[in-house]
Every structure is written in C-alpha cells, then in structure tokens.
Nanobody, 116 residues
C-alpha cells in the first residue's frame, strides 16, 4: 500500500534553515508528481510546492518563492523540501502528498516551528 513518511521538522530560529524529507513506498515513485503542503493552527492546508515526476519542473506558493526548494531523488524514492530564511509564518505541520489511482495519499506530517 502507499506510504508517505515525512521527517526533518523541528524548532528553528527566524532566518534559519531546515530540510524536510518524505520517503515514499507502495507505488512507482518516479512516475508521479509529488507535492508538499502545510497547515498552520486554525488554518486550511495550503499547497507549498510541487515537483514533476522527473524533477524537471517545479512550482511554488508565492509565500515561499525564493526561500524554499523542492527536489527529489527517484533512486531513493524520496522528495525533499529545503527551507531557507524561515519566518514565524512558516510555522505549520508539513505534509507530502501524492495522487495515485484516483486517491490522494498523505503522510503523517512533520512539525516545523519557527520561533526565537
């Protein structure tokens, strides 16, 4: 079955960096777009970044452009989110996501807290 496991979250000061990972299994990873979302307390889950199956096309939410980079390693079935110059507004639970055979799958999420 499809499994997505996020890791790499934590507490970081404003201006700091984190790299999130999402390890995927149960499907042909290299054939599917992958997406990162985030959900802040009391808010809806919002799209952060998406990457094509080959990794040659990416898109970002305006709020993270120039600070976040999505990438993938198809040999390791893993998608990454490099987050630089973090701001308090980036505090949220971050989830990876795949649409597979008409269903949407989510990981359990990883908490990112940006605070001094």
């Amino acid at each position: 079955q499809v499994q997505l496991v996020e890791s790499g979250g934590g507490l970081v000061q404003p201006g700091g960096s984190l790299r999130l990972s999402c390890a995927a299994s149960g499907f042909t990873f290299s054939s599917y777009f992958m997406t990162w979302y985030r959900q802040a307390p009391g808010k809806e889950r919002d799209l952060v970044a998406v990457i094509s199956s080959a990794g040659d096309n990416t898109n970002y939410a305006d709020s993270v452009k120039g600070r976040f980079t999505i990438s993938r390693d198809n040999a390791k079935n893993t998608v990454y989110l490099q987050m630089n110059n973090l701001k308090p507004d980036d505090t949220a639970v971050y989830y990876c996501n795949v649409h597979y055979w008409g269903r949407t799958y989510w990981g359990q999420g990883t908490q990112v807290t940006v605070s001094s």
